[in-house]
């Protein structure tokens, strides 16, 4: 993942103007912080806070690391014996036998059995994309029967590190909700399953409706085209009501496009909007 730098007056600032263009929330990036903001004389800022982020890595830290973190070059437990190879039970406690008095040996300790990650464990290894997207559309199956909906769900790879899963089908409107909330919640939830059932925390699990995400992008572009038409026009800049990192993230990509306008956020989440603005002429 290609990692953006941003600057802002405050730490937060910047890291918001990050995740803007990434169009991911905070959970999914990871920053590096360049430049502490720096104060001048009567609080005047000297220089602004620099920081670099990117998506959060999908793959999980190498096995040596995982090794070293969780110090497994430590003591073991349980064995019997001390460094020195002596036993460590008491002095007066004598070895078992059997019934006839013969000594027995200590019966071989089990084998440990490795139990499947939990949500919130360590990853030991990637899990596919597309296991990941069949345990998400079992359970997006699951849910639209649950909802008496006729509707068929597929998946889509978007990019090695990117799976959709398509619901489509006629009357969805139920699973999208009012400016896609209920569509937001449906994702975060078969993001939940997946990782419980799988242990995946790599990969970025992305669910549509009826091409409702699609739609949005583009009624969104062609919004942000007027908008900027009336910047342009009037000569004053427009803030827009607060949107999703998704959405301003296609905000801020078509009014790059356009010439004679910028765009910054201002805000916090999740109130935080766009700004679109007339650049300043020389």
Do not use: C
Request: glycine share 12%.
């Amino acid at each position: 993942m290609e990692w953006v730098e941003t600057t802002g007056r405050t730490l937060e600032e910047a890291k918001d103007a990050a995740l803007d263009q990434l169009g991911v929330d905070e959970q999914d990036a990871e920053f590096e912080v360049l430049e502490e903001p720096k104060s001048g004389l009567f609080g005047r800022l000297r220089s602004e806070a620099r920081v670099r982020a990117r998506v959060r890595p999908t793959r999980p830290p190498a096995k040596d690391e995982r090794r070293s973190r969780r110090g497994g070059g430590g003591a073991r437990r349980g064995g019997g014996r001390d460094q020195g190879g002596r036993d460590q039970r008491g002095s007066g406690e004598r070895p078992r036998g059997d019934g006839d008095g013969r000594r027995t040996e200590p019966a071989a300790p089990r084998p440990r059995r490795e139990r499947a990650p939990r949500n919130g464990d360590e990853m030991t290894e990637d899990v596919p994309l597309d296991r990941q997207a069949e345990v998400a559309k079992g359970f997006l199956e699951g849910l639209v029967a649950e909802f008496g909906q006729q509707a068929a769900v597929a998946v889509h790879p978007i990019d090695e590190d990117t799976v959709e899963v398509r619901v489509t089908g006629d009357d969805l409107g139920l699973l999208i909700g009012p400016k896609g909330q209920t569509l937001a919640a449906i994702q975060e939830l078969a993001r939940t399953v997946v990782q419980r059932q799988t242990g995946a925390h790599n990969g970025r699990l992305v669910v549509d409706v009826a091409g409702y995400r699609q739609a949005r992008r583009e009624a969104l572009a062609r919004f942000t085209h007027d908008v900027a038409g009336k910047v342009l026009e009037s000569g004053e800049a427009i803030r827009l009501e607060p949107m999703t990192p998704a959405d301003r993230k296609v905000v801020h990509d078509t009014a790059n496009e356009i010439d004679g306008v910028s765009t910054t956020s201002e805000g916090e989440e999740p109130r935080r909007r766009v700004v679109i603005l007339p650049e300043p002429t020389i």
